[in-house]
């Protein structure tokens, strides 16, 4: 018996996290007997990086929600999840925000912050954001309370289109230096300039006192020239000889 019970309370919290509207779309998220579990509990919010409700489309956004135990019942944060109306008519659904489960426990006297994150990708527009906390308490009770309603305004991302114009920029500076490139090598690039016919070295020629008519000596080695002398000399002795 215990265990269809815990049953039941489980599936009608998915049902209120599957539809985040389903307890009501004129603001009134909470029926009496609700209203009796929420005594003591109190809410409050904090925008850390998005002060004034002004929201960048495309960013992701984050909101802190402050839950405060004063009741006489331990509570247990089960889920938190959002969603984006219309300021004129809010039972008309411009988003639904992702839902976040946790298992977080709010004890009496006790104070829990919790963090939701979205990312709204709509037009520039005045939205009506609403942030639902489901919580289950130490009875077994479920119900769900309204962490955060009110406007927001949706503006376009300034850091999406500088780094999108710089991008477009840098594009067409290089598309036109490299057709400025192209027409001055086609057209005025001028000649090419040769490359310079390198010189062999040419031996120097050492001044000798040869005189005409006789062969040059010096470039033979040495011993050829004293065994040509001594070969000239043998043979000017052989010729002195008296013949017999």
Known sequence: MASLRRFLLWLGLALLVISPLCVGVSGSIVDEED???????????????????TIPTGEEVEILITVSNNGELNQTISAISGVLTYP?????????????????DVDISEEVTVPFRFIVEVEPMEL???????????????????GYKGIVTVVENDSLFDLQSISIYLIGVGFFVAVGYFVYESFFGGKKTSRAKRVKPV?????????????????????????????????????????K
């Open 128 to 146: 009506n954001l609403i942030v639902f906390v489901d919580m289950i308490n130490s009875a077994g009770n479920i119900h769900r309370a309204i």
């Open 203 to 243: 031996a120097v020629v050492k001044e000798t006192d040869v005189k005409p008519g006789e062969p040059d000596m010096e470039w033979i080695p040495e011993h050829l020239v004293q065994q040509a002398t001594a070969a000239k000399r043998q043979s000017l002795r052989i010729k002195k000889r008296p013949t």
């Open 88 to 104: 004129q008519n809010s039972s008309l659904i411009a988003r639904n925000l992702t839902a976040y489960r946790y298992r977080t």
């Open 35 to 53: 209203s009796e579990a929420l005594a003591g509990i109190s809410f409050t919010h904090e925008f850390p990086k998005h002060r004034f409700g």
